[in-house]
């Protein structure tokens, strides 16, 4: 079957391009000796998962406990929980642990670390806990300088058995960067409040065997891991506008892209509508903020070219306006109606979870190689 | 079960306010002796589907074939799909046609009238369709001043077998409006342009039995009807901030929310944390160009009663930052890690399709009483 078959709008999924993209980071990170813990939270995908994991046990890290549940029935056993546990969720997390599956969660409170412990106390399970530092104050975490508070932590979940395994830190600042010094500079803020509170922990008689960082901005361009021993990351294997726009890969490296047909032409032709709109690319405008705006997407041709200049500049929930970019000097591509093209995201975690599979193909093919499930939900 | 041992994030829809803002709309367009055509494209769950609808049969409009293949498989035989077809989709139109159900579609052009009529010489099927008149460029559809191009699409589909049943407009500049004065003068503009291409048809011997407008604006507030025949709307069943930010509803109206857990507190305790990131409400920021921004969504407490000045400020994949409007002389709520809140949406259609099933209460209960499964994909 070839992808001009394929009912739009839908996924269409480069493999060469992941590989590469994967092969990449993971490459950097071997050289560096730093254990790799990709992030399934854009994958959502076993075959796209394995992809990514050095082995089929994993490790990895996840976003919800759906992830979790599906990875552990695909046999991965080293399973990173990285949103803070709500203690409404320590009896998804109790079931999962008592299948054997290494399930380590993550806190920033007392109040959470009452309430693992207590679950610890209950289970007769030393449940593996990260607490989490905020470098940045970006979102959640403790304040890296908020000494006494991660002592409390740690002597909360010790007293109640559970186990104290490390720190995490998440560095969403790079996301805001404009450059790879600037991501860099982040990055280098992010490993030494990571580094401290671990020396801290450990100076305290605590164990610290993890110390994660991570965020793909970070794995990409990070020079120092000094004293780190794991790096997360997810949007990477994808790609998306938002990272070439901060400079972490080029357009031509993102290997989703949403297919769409032409169903219209309007305000004398200056205007072309395709059947994708923002229920089929997502509402997320993530490179509004960027030096370049790309609206809600890139547009390339059924072989995956970029189209000079062409974006998606507007959408309703099942219509996208594709239009010239303001200022552009080309004229619009002939593109009658039922013809094809591909949109590249901005975000490619937000994207891809409009969607229920991955039609997978390679550059300059039209052949679907094949069709990868993907899981959504909590 | 009550809807505190529910997994969070998850879709709470209030059915007392979704039964009362549908018959609201119902009731005024029932005294204007209109035909109501819900339109799916929110709800995608046969449950909300059926309280929208006059009969199990329908009619309604859809804004995907798997929304009109689902609610064939319900029992509903009169569907309207409202986006321009693409053809490639004609062969799954013509197996929904094969099957009995009264599926009509929507075109803008002489190319889709020419693949309608050939597809409907195929199947010696007279396809009904409506041709769609664009009354504000706010999308697709004929110029409503390009009568000649009317008139060929009308002639292309008459020699070619199908079935000119109508026209239809959309007013999308409806959701730009800044008050009820002005819907009201937007959907006139509307209503206008479909009646004056009605007559064009009719003057030119065409039949043109449905003369169909729609939004929910405009169905909650056009005054003047005359010649109109049909009504279409779908996100007014739930109604969300977007809608009250135009005065279509209050924000008591809002039947839909996320239910969510508090799972931290940063920035010295001026950010509450929650479970429920842009995954959870989607990407839609549709209130940031109203007169007042909500953010992500504006925070209630378990039974649904608004928190005083508290809206989800920020968001990534899986947190929520909840704060306080900035300005606010009210102090934060006591939320402590585990409690829960409920979320109103900007958008309730990018909201529920975030989602696999609506969770349903009674006002001031907590017991939940039934849960509806949603679809989605196309």
Known sequence: MNIDQLNTPCLILNEEK?????????????????IFRPHMKTAKCIEVGRRMMKSPQGPIAVS??????????????DILYAVGIAPSKLEAVSALRSRGIDLSIVIDSVSQAEAVAARARLDRDPIPVLIEIDADGSRGGVRFDASEK????????HAGGAELRGVLTYSGATYECRDV????AVAERERQAAVHSARLLRNAGFPCPIVSVGSTPTASFSENFADIT????????????VMAGLGVCSVEDIALSVLASVIGHSHDGHRILVDAGWMAVSRDLGTASQRVDQGYG???DLDGEIIPDLIMSAASQEHGILSLRSGSRVSLPNLPIGSMVRILPNHACATAAQHQRYH???????????????????
Chains 1, 2 share one sequence.
């Open 18 to 34: 992941l590989s590469n993209n994967i092969e990449r980071v993971r490459n950097r990170l071997n050289e560096k000796a730093l």
């Open 298 to 300: 890139v547009i390339c």
């Open 360 to 378: 997978v193909v390679s550059t300059g093919s039209h052949v679907l190689s094949d069709v990868w499930e993907r899981f959504s939900g909590w």
């Open 64 to 77: 919800t406990l759906k992830e979790a549940e599906k990875f552990a029935e695909a046999g991965v056993l």
């Open 150 to 157: 991660v002592l409390t932590i740690a002597r909360e979940l």
């Open 230 to 241: 794991e790096v997360r990351a997810g949007v990477f294997a994808f790609s998306d506008l």
């Open 181 to 184: 010094d600037e991501i860099r």
